[in-house]
Nanobody
Framework: QVQLVESGGGLVQAGGSLRLSCQVS????????LGWFRQAPGKEREFVSSITWRVANTYYADSVKGRFTISRNNAKNTVYLQMNSLKPEDTAVYYC????????????????WGQGTQVTVSS
């Protein structure tokens, strides 16, 4: 049973920082990509960032590029999202996800999503 648990969300003023963590249990992560997504009220879920297996290539949505940094610690089965220079438009519930299959970047069809952590950025 694969479980993902996010933490680190909260309320922060614009310009501030937060670090999200996602602890994954139930499978070793070394051959899996890891991703962060977010959903703001009234909007569809959108991609934020992902990191591939082993070589650890990283990808970012244009809206967060230069401000957010994704990283992973396979020994701890954890993925992180460091968020700096936060803006009110970053307010959303943030979810981490793991693809169902190894060596895959298909998060949308994955069965494995966390419950989400709320990030609220005040102006």
């Amino acid at each position: 049973q694969v479980q993902l648990v996010e933490s680190g969300g909260g309320l922060v003023q614009a310009g501030g920082s937060l670090r999200l963590s996602c602890q994954v249990s139930g499978r070793p992560l070394s051959n899996y990509a890891l991703g962060w997504f977010r959903q703001a009220p009234g909007k569809e879920r959108e991609f934020v960032s992902s990191i591939t297996w082993r070589v650890a290539n990283t990808y970012y949505a244009d809206s967060v590029k230069g401000r957010f940094t994704i990283s992973r610690n396979n020994a701890k089965n954890t993925v992180y999202l460091q968020m700096n220079s936060l803006k009110p438009e970053d307010t959303a519930v943030y979810y981490c996800a793991v693809p169902t299959l190894p060596y895959s970047n298909n998060f949308q069809d994955s069965n494995y999503w966390g419950q989400g952590t709320q990030v609220t950025v005040s102006s």
